[in-house]
């Protein structure tokens, strides 16, 4: 059999080793995607342009010669134009000159996702950025290595604008972060949560401009000099925008069906509506076990788990995916939030008529050193009707961030509030108290 894999980043990386490692006999699996690199974790970016790590080499785990090792084909600089999925026939340009052709038994479309670029007069101006690839982060760099480069506007207060604001103030910049929703990661914790790291981002300097939308990028000699918003104009020497991604899911046409933001409808199998074609990672949908329902959430975690089930699927081992929770965590200043499933607001827009339980105490005993203990704050989101837990959130400056999993666990298989109260927890000075938050939250959490 032959397989086609468009993308070969995180999903298509994933789905291209699992073809290789469980299926590589007899079986041809070309590998095609128009960038210059593969495998390049964005999510390390923030953490080497504000030179936590010393250097980005490392963000980069694969390279062409391991799949080529393996008897794959792999093309980069290579970008598909066409698929006719009639005919099976895969249409690419080699660096923009040479037209190939590839036919397939089975196409694993793993396009990927791309940065919203907001539609603002001055948008070509120069010093106005995106972060996605590792050349753009590369691009965001290099700016901050500049000396006239004093002040620093990031629109968009989700992941990475939050991650990149910090990774800038680090480098010494003046640094605007600006969002249209009330608080930072809106997206993902409800304002309990939210509001502590945008306290945590101002203790450091960085100025937060919230309920704020950006209008215009207003430049001089070409460059851009400042930012208007609805609410006043704003120097800037640069500009990053970082207001969220769209699915990448251009070569199925009119061909495949959508979800409502034009990502690949996929089945739990990562099947599209054409049998023949799989659809991974960020281009494609996932199952929320939190809705009980198809979803859309971009993340590199679903990425490598969707390119490993489509993949199975495609060689023709039905299996269905786990579906997701969406877990997610950030580490600002030694401020750390995860979360999973649905926040109260996430679950009032989906319509999911929830309740929720907030606790919050210290982790270790009081008998232990104060220099390493700190208080946490945990919220349990749960469905009114069932008592199944759909979400949880956890902040402190302890690193407690494994525990986050355990409630992925708990939402993926559906669990009630009543079996977390007695739950087994064990107990040691070093780690937790007899009586931790958890238990103490779903002893406190209504039932009724
Ligand atoms: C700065 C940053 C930080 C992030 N941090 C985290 C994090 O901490 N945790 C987390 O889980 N996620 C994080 N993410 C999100 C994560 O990177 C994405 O969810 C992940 O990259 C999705 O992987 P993917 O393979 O589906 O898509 P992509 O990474 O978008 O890859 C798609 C690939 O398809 C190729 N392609 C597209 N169209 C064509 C075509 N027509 N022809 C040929 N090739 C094509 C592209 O060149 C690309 O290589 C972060 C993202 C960024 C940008
Ligand atoms: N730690 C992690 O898990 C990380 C995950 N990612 C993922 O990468 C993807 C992209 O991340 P982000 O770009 O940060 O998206 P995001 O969805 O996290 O945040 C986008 C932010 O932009 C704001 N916004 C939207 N339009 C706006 C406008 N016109 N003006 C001002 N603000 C506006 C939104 O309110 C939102 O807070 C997400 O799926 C994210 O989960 C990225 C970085 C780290």
């Not at 304002?191 to 300097?205: A, G, I, V, Y």
Request: charged share 20%; aromatic share 10%.
């Amino acid at each position: 059999m032959k397989f086609v894999i468009v993308g070969t980043n995180h999903a298509g990386i994933a789905a291209a080793n699992t073809l290789l490692d469980n299926y590589g006999k007899n079986n041809e699996v070309i590998m095609i995607d128009r960038n210059n690199n593969l495998s390049y974790l964005g999510c390390g970016t923030a953490l080497w342009v504000g030179r936590q790590i010393s250097s980005y080499k490392k963000l980069f785990y694969t390279k062409p010669a391991d799949f080529e090792a393996k008897g794959a084909r792999i093309s980069l600089e290579t970008t598909v134009n066409k698929i006719d999925f009639e005919n099976k026939i895969v249409y690419a340009t080699i660096k923009n000159h040479t037209e190939i052709t590839e036919t397939y038994d089975k196409l694993i479309l793993a396009e990927g996702s791309a940065p919203i670029a907001p539609d603002l007069p001055g948008k070509d101006l120069a010093g106005i950025h995106f972060l996605k690839l590792f050349q753009e982060g590369m691009a965001v760099d290099q700016e901050l290595d500049k000396s006239d480069v004093k002040t620093v506007a990031v629109v968009g207060a989700g992941y990475i604008g939050v991650e990149i604001a910090e990774a800038a103030r680090r480098r010494g910049k003046q640094v605007l972060l600006f969002d249209a929703a009330k608080t930072c990661l809106s997206s993902y914790y409800d304002p309990e949560f939210s509001t502590l790291m945008d306290q945590n981002l101002r203790d450091h300097d960085i100025e937060t401009h919230y309920g704020e939308l950006a209008q215009e990028y207003l430049g001089k000699d070409g460059h851009v000099c400042a930012l208007k918003t609805n609410k006043g104009k704003y120097q800037a020497d640069i500009v990053i925008n970082c207001i969220g991604f769209r699915p990448n899911a251009i070569l199925g046409g009119d061909h495949l069906k959508r979800f409502s933001n034009g990502a690949y409808l996929v089945n739990r199998n990562f099947q599209t509506s054409d049998p023949d074609v799989f659809a991974v990672g960020d281009c494609a949908t996932n199952y929320s076990n939190a809705l009980q329902d198809t979803t859309y959430i971009a993340l590199a975690s679903n990425a490598v788990r969707s390119g490993i089930v489509g993949a199975h699927n495609a060689a023709g081992t039905v299996i269905e995916g786990a579906g997701v929770q969406g877990s997610n965590g950030i580490e600002i200043y030694d401020l750390k939030l995860v979360s999973t499933g649905l926040s109260v607001k996430a679950a009032d827009k989906f319509g999911l008529s929830v309740k929720y339980v907030d606790y919050e105490d210290k982790q270790l005993p009081d008998f232990m050193p104060a220099s390493e203990n700190a208080k946490v704050k945990i919220r349990i989101v749960y469905e009114k009707k069932t008592n199944r837990i759909v979400g949880a959130q956890l902040a402190s400056l302890y690193d407690m961030h494994e525990l986050i999993h355990m409630f992925s666990l708990a939402i993926q298989e559906g669990l009630t509030m009543d079996k977390l109260q007695l739950l087994d927890i064990f107990f040691l000075p070093h780690y937790n108290q007899p009586y931790n938050y958890v238990t103490m939250a779903a002893l406190k959490a209504d039932k009724n």
